[in-house]
């Protein structure tokens, strides 16, 4: 690689996008809301089946690396936003609740960020 002012000058103008992303912000998502559009993108492009049983909290939070209490504020972010259900007593547990019918335009935007 020529490290020379002139190689140096040829790189910047070849790399402008890649320079800037060096150099952008850092994803200032939380864990919760990390988890939570993970989750959702699965249950969007049917990755996760309509009524499907989401694994316990416990289990969900060791399979992400993350805490209960993260998995617990993204499950209570997808009942809001009306992508699971959850339901208590016996057989209980987080289920999914897939959308109608997605577009395509917003499968594709989901597919973009995975």
Same mark, same amino acid.
């Given at each position: 690689?020529?490290?020379?002012?002139?190689?140096?000058?040829?790189?910047h103008?070849?790399?402008?996008?890649?320079?800037?992303?060096?150099?952008?912000? &850092?994803?200032? =998502?939380?864990r919760?809301? /990390? %988890?939570?559009? *993970?989750?959702a993108?699965?249950?969007?492009?049917?990755?996760? +089946?309509?009524?499907?049983q989401?694994?316990?909290?416990?289990?969900?939070?060791?399979?992400?690396?993350?805490?209960t209490v993260?998995v617990?504020?993204? &499950?209570t972010? =997808?009942?809001?936003?009306? /992508? %699971?259900?959850? *339901?208590?007593?016996?057989?209980?547990?987080s289920?999914?609740? +897939?959308?109608?019918?997605?577009?395509?335009?917003?499968?594709?935007?989901?597919?973009?960020?995975?």
């Open positions: 690689m020529d490290l020379s002012p002139d190689g140096a000058d040829a790189m103008r070849w790399a402008p996008d890649a320079r800037a992303a060096v150099f952008a912000p &850092l994803d200032t =998502l939380s919760t809301e /990390l %988890v939570a559009g *993970r989750l993108d699965a249950i969007v492009l049917g990755l996760l +089946a309509d009524e499907e989401l694994p316990s909290e416990a289990d969900l939070a060791a399979q992400l690396a993350v805490s993260t617990r504020e993204a &499950l972010v =997808l009942r809001e936003r009306g /992508l %699971v259900e959850t *339901r208590r007593g016996r057989g209980g547990g289920f999914v609740k +897939a959308p109608a019918d997605p577009t395509a335009a917003e499968l594709r935007e989901r597919l973009a960020r995975i």
